[in-house]
Protein backbone atom coordinates (compact mmCIF):
# COMPACT_ATOMS: atom_id res chain seq x y z
CA UNK A 1 0.00 0.00 0.00
CA UNK A 2 1.51 3.23 -1.37
CA UNK A 3 4.96 2.02 -1.80
CA UNK A 4 5.83 3.83 -4.50
CA UNK A 5 9.03 5.24 -3.56
CA UNK A 6 10.40 1.97 -2.82
CA UNK A 7 9.16 0.13 -5.51
CA UNK A 8 12.29 0.30 -7.95
CA UNK A 9 14.51 -0.40 -5.51
CA UNK A 10 13.00 -3.29 -4.48
CA UNK A 11 12.39 -4.50 -7.88
CA UNK A 12 16.25 -4.10 -8.24
CA UNK A 13 17.48 -6.21 -5.49
CA UNK A 14 14.31 -8.69 -6.26
CA UNK A 15 15.64 -8.83 -10.08
CA UNK A 16 19.01 -10.36 -8.97
CA UNK A 17 17.63 -13.21 -7.62
CA UNK A 18 17.35 -16.62 -9.81
CA UNK A 19 14.93 -17.76 -12.02
CA UNK A 20 13.38 -20.36 -9.54
CA UNK A 21 11.07 -17.53 -8.40
CA UNK A 22 8.18 -15.25 -9.13
CA UNK A 23 7.65 -11.75 -7.44
CA UNK A 24 3.82 -11.31 -7.01
CA UNK A 25 3.16 -7.52 -5.55
CA UNK A 26 -0.70 -7.12 -4.51
CA UNK A 27 -1.42 -3.12 -4.41
CA UNK A 28 -4.10 -2.89 -1.65
CA UNK A 29 -5.97 0.20 -3.72
CA UNK A 30 -2.59 2.65 -3.45
CA UNK A 31 -3.54 6.04 -4.20
CA UNK A 32 0.35 7.41 -5.14
CA UNK A 33 1.25 5.43 -8.49
CA UNK A 34 2.52 2.33 -6.97
CA UNK A 35 -0.06 0.39 -9.65
CA UNK A 36 1.33 2.05 -12.51
CA UNK A 37 4.75 0.86 -11.58
CA UNK A 38 3.62 -2.72 -11.00
CA UNK A 39 2.21 -2.84 -14.43
CA UNK A 40 5.61 -1.79 -16.24
CA UNK A 41 7.80 -4.16 -13.81
CA UNK A 42 5.67 -6.95 -14.96
CA UNK A 43 5.86 -5.91 -18.62
CA UNK A 44 9.65 -5.78 -18.84
CA UNK A 45 10.51 -8.90 -16.54
CA UNK A 46 7.97 -11.89 -16.54
CA UNK A 47 9.05 -12.89 -13.25
CA UNK A 48 7.01 -9.92 -11.73
CA UNK A 49 3.07 -10.44 -11.62
CA UNK A 50 0.96 -7.66 -10.15
CA UNK A 51 -2.37 -8.08 -8.58
CA UNK A 52 -4.47 -4.97 -7.83
CA UNK A 53 -7.19 -4.97 -5.69
CA UNK A 54 -10.28 -2.47 -6.11
CA UNK A 55 -10.93 -2.36 -2.89
CA UNK A 56 -9.16 -1.77 0.15
CA UNK A 57 -8.90 -5.68 1.47
CA UNK A 58 -6.49 -5.28 3.95
CA UNK A 59 -3.49 -7.61 4.76
CA UNK A 60 -5.41 -11.08 5.31
CA UNK A 61 -7.61 -10.38 2.05
CA UNK A 62 -4.19 -9.21 0.29
CA UNK A 63 -2.57 -12.33 1.75
CA UNK A 64 -4.84 -14.36 0.21
CA UNK A 65 -5.67 -12.97 -3.21
CA UNK A 66 -1.74 -13.12 -3.08
CA UNK A 67 -1.56 -17.05 -2.28
CA UNK A 68 -4.85 -18.07 -5.48
CA UNK A 69 -2.40 -16.23 -8.01
CA UNK A 70 0.93 -18.14 -6.67
CA UNK A 71 1.97 -20.91 -8.90
CA UNK A 72 5.10 -22.12 -6.72
CA UNK A 73 4.51 -25.09 -3.65
CA UNK A 74 6.86 -22.94 -1.10
CA UNK A 75 5.87 -19.33 -0.40
CA UNK A 76 7.39 -16.23 1.27
CA UNK A 77 5.65 -12.94 2.39
CA UNK A 78 7.19 -9.92 3.14
CA UNK A 79 6.72 -6.16 2.95
CA UNK A 80 7.41 -3.61 -0.09
CA UNK A 81 10.04 -1.20 2.09
CA UNK A 82 12.93 -2.62 2.07
CA UNK A 83 12.57 -3.50 5.92
CA UNK A 84 12.42 -7.02 4.95
CA UNK A 85 15.45 -8.05 3.07
CA UNK A 86 15.60 -10.02 -0.38
CA UNK A 87 18.84 -11.44 -0.32
CA UNK A 88 17.36 -13.92 2.79
CA UNK A 89 14.43 -15.27 0.06
CA UNK A 90 16.99 -17.79 -0.62
CA UNK A 91 18.08 -18.73 2.74
CA UNK A 92 14.23 -19.45 3.59
CA UNK A 93 13.75 -21.00 0.25
CA UNK A 94 16.45 -23.73 0.75
CA UNK A 95 14.97 -24.04 4.94
CA UNK A 96 11.68 -24.89 3.03
CA UNK A 97 13.38 -27.34 0.52
CA UNK A 98 15.01 -29.03 3.26
CA UNK A 99 11.89 -30.07 5.21
CA UNK A 100 11.14 -26.82 7.82
CA UNK A 101 7.64 -25.81 7.08
CA UNK A 102 7.27 -22.24 8.36
CA UNK A 103 10.30 -20.09 8.05
CA UNK A 104 10.47 -17.26 10.39
CA UNK A 105 12.57 -14.34 9.11
CA UNK A 106 13.75 -13.26 13.12
CA UNK A 107 15.08 -9.45 13.93
CA UNK A 108 15.89 -11.35 17.12
CA UNK A 109 19.57 -13.47 18.12
CA UNK A 110 18.07 -15.13 21.40
CA UNK A 111 16.52 -12.10 22.92
CA UNK A 112 18.33 -9.56 21.46
CA UNK A 113 16.93 -7.24 18.61
CA UNK A 114 19.44 -7.15 15.90
CA UNK A 115 19.57 -3.80 14.14
CA UNK A 116 17.77 -0.42 15.26
CA UNK A 117 14.49 0.81 15.04
CA UNK A 118 12.34 3.71 16.31
CA UNK A 119 11.68 3.79 19.99
CA UNK A 120 7.83 4.50 19.74
CA UNK A 121 7.76 1.23 16.97
CA UNK A 122 10.13 -0.78 19.42
CA UNK A 123 7.47 -0.29 22.39
CA UNK A 124 4.59 -1.05 20.42
CA UNK A 125 5.94 -3.98 19.32
CA UNK A 126 7.29 -5.58 22.50
CA UNK A 127 4.24 -4.45 24.23
CA UNK A 128 1.85 -6.32 21.17
CA UNK A 129 5.17 -9.62 21.49
CA UNK A 130 4.00 -9.96 25.31
CA UNK A 131 0.11 -10.33 25.06
CA UNK A 132 0.14 -12.50 22.41
CA UNK A 133 2.22 -14.60 23.66
CA UNK A 134 0.38 -14.75 27.37
CA UNK A 135 -2.77 -14.74 25.45
CA UNK A 136 -1.90 -17.86 23.19
CA UNK A 137 0.06 -20.13 24.75
CA UNK A 138 1.07 -21.77 21.57
CA UNK A 139 2.79 -18.67 20.39
CA UNK A 140 5.08 -18.25 23.19
CA UNK A 141 8.00 -20.38 22.31
CA UNK A 142 8.31 -18.42 18.90
CA UNK A 143 10.97 -16.18 18.34
CA UNK A 144 9.74 -13.22 16.66
CA UNK A 145 6.30 -14.39 16.65
CA UNK A 146 5.03 -10.90 15.08
CA UNK A 147 7.21 -11.17 12.12
CA UNK A 148 5.89 -10.08 8.87
CA UNK A 149 8.23 -11.92 6.48
CA UNK A 150 7.78 -15.63 6.56
CA UNK A 151 7.87 -18.67 4.03
CA UNK A 152 5.95 -21.21 4.57
CA UNK A 153 4.56 -25.04 2.13
CA UNK A 154 1.54 -24.30 0.33
CA UNK A 155 -0.04 -27.69 1.31
CA UNK A 156 0.14 -25.91 5.28
CA UNK A 157 -3.61 -24.67 6.90
CA UNK A 158 -4.12 -20.91 5.94
CA UNK A 159 -6.85 -20.26 8.24
CA UNK A 160 -7.81 -16.66 7.58
CA UNK A 161 -10.69 -15.06 5.72
CA UNK A 162 -10.37 -11.97 3.82
CA UNK A 163 -12.90 -10.35 5.70
CA UNK A 164 -10.54 -10.63 9.00
CA UNK A 165 -8.77 -7.39 9.63
CA UNK A 166 -5.52 -9.01 10.80
CA UNK A 167 -1.87 -7.72 10.19
CA UNK A 168 0.10 -10.77 11.34
CA UNK A 169 -0.40 -14.40 9.61
CA UNK A 170 2.19 -16.26 11.24
CA UNK A 171 0.44 -16.87 14.11
CA UNK A 172 -2.63 -18.11 12.46
CA UNK A 173 -0.34 -20.36 10.69
CA UNK A 174 1.50 -21.82 14.10
CA UNK A 175 -1.81 -22.45 15.95
CA UNK A 176 -3.24 -23.87 12.70
CA UNK A 177 -0.79 -26.18 11.96
CA UNK A 178 0.97 -27.48 15.42
CA UNK A 179 3.20 -29.83 14.16
CA UNK A 180 4.77 -27.71 11.65
CA UNK A 181 8.73 -27.79 11.72
CA UNK A 182 9.27 -24.20 12.35
CA UNK A 183 13.21 -22.86 11.47
CA UNK A 184 15.17 -19.54 11.35
CA UNK A 185 16.87 -17.20 9.38
CA UNK A 186 17.88 -13.77 11.06
CA UNK A 187 18.41 -10.37 9.54
CA UNK A 188 19.04 -7.35 10.72
CA UNK A 189 16.01 -4.44 10.89
CA UNK A 190 16.91 -1.66 9.77
CA UNK A 191 14.11 1.50 9.74
CA UNK A 192 12.90 2.55 6.04
CA UNK A 193 14.28 5.56 4.42
CA UNK A 194 11.68 6.31 2.19
CA UNK A 195 7.68 6.45 3.37
CA UNK A 196 6.02 6.15 6.86
CA UNK A 197 6.04 3.00 9.26
CA UNK A 198 1.71 2.30 9.02
CA UNK A 199 2.66 1.16 13.16
CA UNK A 200 4.00 4.14 14.32
CA UNK A 201 1.31 6.37 11.86
CA UNK A 202 -1.38 4.82 13.59
CA UNK A 203 -0.63 4.91 17.30
CA UNK A 204 -3.35 3.85 19.68
CA UNK A 205 -5.64 2.78 16.51
CA UNK A 206 -2.73 -0.05 15.48
CA UNK A 207 -2.94 -1.44 19.25
CA UNK A 208 -7.00 -1.09 19.45
CA UNK A 209 -6.96 -3.64 15.85
CA UNK A 210 -3.97 -6.00 17.14
CA UNK A 211 -6.48 -6.56 20.48
CA UNK A 212 -9.04 -8.10 18.49
CA UNK A 213 -6.66 -10.01 16.25
CA UNK A 214 -5.05 -11.56 19.39
CA UNK A 215 -8.92 -12.69 20.40
CA UNK A 216 -8.97 -13.96 16.41
CA UNK A 217 -5.76 -16.08 17.14
CA UNK A 218 -6.64 -17.20 20.56
CA UNK A 219 -10.25 -18.47 18.65
CA UNK A 220 -8.33 -20.29 16.15
CA UNK A 221 -6.12 -22.04 18.13
CA UNK A 222 -9.47 -23.57 20.25
CA UNK A 223 -10.66 -24.48 17.08
CA UNK A 224 -7.73 -26.41 15.60
CA UNK A 225 -6.44 -27.86 19.20
CA UNK A 226 -10.18 -29.26 18.97
CA UNK A 227 -9.39 -30.86 16.08
CA UNK A 228 -6.03 -32.67 16.75
CA UNK A 229 -7.91 -34.23 19.91
Known amino acids: LNESENLPLLAKELSLLGNQFEFIFVDDGSSDGSRAIIQDLSRDDQRFIGVFNEHRLGHMGSYLRGLEKARYDNIAIMDGDLQHPPDKLNPVLNLLSEGIDIVVCSRYNG ?36 SGFIGFHRQLTVPVKAEMKGNKLLPFLVVANPGAKIGYVNYQ ?34 VYAKKKR
Open 189 to 222: FTERSLGQSKIVGSGSRFMQNYIREIIQIRETSK
Open 111 to 146: RKFIGDRDKVRGIISRVAEFLLKIIVRRCGAIIDPL
